[in-house]
């Protein structure tokens, strides 16, 4: 079963930076596209980030000012770089394979994720 693992995460001031890194087993993150998604507290998973196999990314409107994503050179390890971190930021981070239909989807069994909480 496949699945990716989220890391990365813990507790920062508000205005500050974290960065995540998500991996899998096997050829999963090298052969894929690979989103990061973030479960808000109270509120339902949502994307965030969508990194190509080429490495280009695509970012959602509520974070492009502040986030990027990027694969590492050996393309086995995807980061979500978060800057400017504001509280409402708090929540579990996740990344997947997304559905090529739909980004919202993933392919891949849901890891525990990374909390990310951001004080103020």
């Known amino acids: 079963q496949v699945q990716l693992v989220e890391s990365g995460g813990g507790l920062v001031q508000a205005g500050g930076s974290l960065r995540l890194s998500c991996t899998a087993s096997?050829?999963?993150?090298?052969?894929?596209?690979i989103a990061w998604y973030r479960q808000l507290t109270g509120k339902q998973r949502e994307f965030i980030a969508r990194?190509?196999?080429?490495?280009?990314?695509l970012l959602a409107d509520s974070v492009r000012r502040r986030f990027a994503a990027s694969r590492d050179s050996a393309n086995k390890v995807v980061f979500l770089q978060m800057s400017r971190l504001k509280p409402e930021d708090t929540g579990v981070y996740f990344c997947?394979?997304?559905?090529?239909?739909?980004?919202?989807?993933?392919?891949?069994?849901w890891g525990q994720g990374t909390q990310v909480t951001v004080s103020s």
């Open positions: 990194v190509a196999r080429d490495g280009s990314a």
């Open positions: 096997g050829n999963i993150v090298s052969d894929n596209a």
């Open positions: 997947n394979v997304p559905s090529p239909a739909n980004w919202n989807q993933a392919l891949a069994s």
